[in-house]
């Protein structure tokens, strides 16, 4: 019988895509099991992935569309704020679900072997019901302020994408940092909190000073915000705030990859 040795890995290694296919049943357990989780015992259920973006969006319209009158290019404060949080929630969500993951599943690490990317991946895909579900307001906000969207929702699948690699960079990075130092579990709400700020949600990139808005651009969640607003509000597309966030994702999403599987070997000691 020829018998399989499980070494550890040295340095800077990428991520074994053949071995991750082998374990996509654990992936798609894990998935459906984290979406079950979330919603268990509760009286609502689904429909809190609706409620939380939505009130949300109506306590944003309150106090910084009317009280503070902040600028809305010429749009409902409502529709505004609801195409940011739209994505928004899901990297936050993101963000909170795959830094725990490997800590909230530390029996399972101890115990067999399998890629520890699996966590990580089924915290983040779990979301995506979630993300699916409130998509269903935003229609909801379309219809009612009858706006059609334009062409440029054909470059949606791009700037879902440039999300789902930043979502994915920066909860690899964070979850193999909260194994060693669960200092990130007790700083991560604040650090969201600082990046809610930090990306036009409750404001417009206009009111950027024009000498910061290349470094504000660097912003991933800048790009995907302002185009996913141009796309269902038919207007011409960002580029300028799009493509410096797009690289960045892609070297956060690369350098993710690379500094997990550096750390993995040593999960099973600290977790």
């Known amino acids: 019988m020829k018998k399989s040795v499980i070494q550890?890995?040295?340095?800077?290694?990428?991520?074994?895509?053949?071995e991750l296919w082998r374990y996509k049943d654990l992936l798609y357990f894990l998935t459906v099991r984290g979406i079950k989780a979330r919603y268990a015992q509760?009286?609502?259920?689904?429909?809190?992935?609706?409620?939380q973006p939505l009130f949300t969006t109506l306590i944003f319209t309150l106090v910084f569309g009317g009280l503070a009158k902040v600028d809305s290019d010429g749009m409902p404060y409502i529709l505004f704020s609801y195409l940011a949080l739209w994505p928004w929630s899901y990297f936050s969500?993101?963000?909170?679900?795959?830094?725990?993951?490997?800590?909230?599943?530390?029996?399972?690490?101890?115990?067999?072997?399998f890629p520890r990317l699996i966590l990580p991946l089924a915290a983040i895909f779990s979301k995506l019901l979630d993300f699916g579900i409130s998509f269903i307001v935003l229609l909801v906000l379309l219809i009612y302020f009858q706006i059609m969207p334009g062409w440029g929702l054909l470059v949606l699948p791009l700037l879902l994408l440039q999300?789902?690699?930043c979502s994915l960079g920066i909860g690899m990075i964070l979850s193999a940092m909260a194994v060693q130092y669960r200092d990130v579990k007790y700083a991560l709400g604040f650090i969201i909190q600082l990046l809610l700020y930090g990306a036009p949600v409750v404001y417009s990139t206009t009111a950027v000073p024009e000498v910061w808005q290349f470094a504000y651009s660097l912003n991933p969640m800048a790009g995907v915000i302002e185009g996913i607003r141009a796309g269902f509000l038919d207007r011409p597309m960002p580029w300028e705030w799009i493509w410096p966030g797009s690289i960045v994702a892609t070297v956060l999403f690369v350098f993710g990859l690379f500094y997990f599987r550096r750390m993995e070997k040593v999960f099973a000691d600290v977790a």
């Open 8 to 18: 550890p890995t040295k340095g800077w290694q990428f991520i074994d895509f053949e």
């Open 163 to 165: 999300l789902l690699m």
């Open 93 to 113: 969500g993101t963000l909170s679900e795959s830094a725990n993951s490997l800590v909230a599943n530390a029996g399972m690490i101890t115990k067999v072997y």
């Open 42 to 51: 509760s009286i609502l259920g689904i429909g809190w992935a609706i409620i």
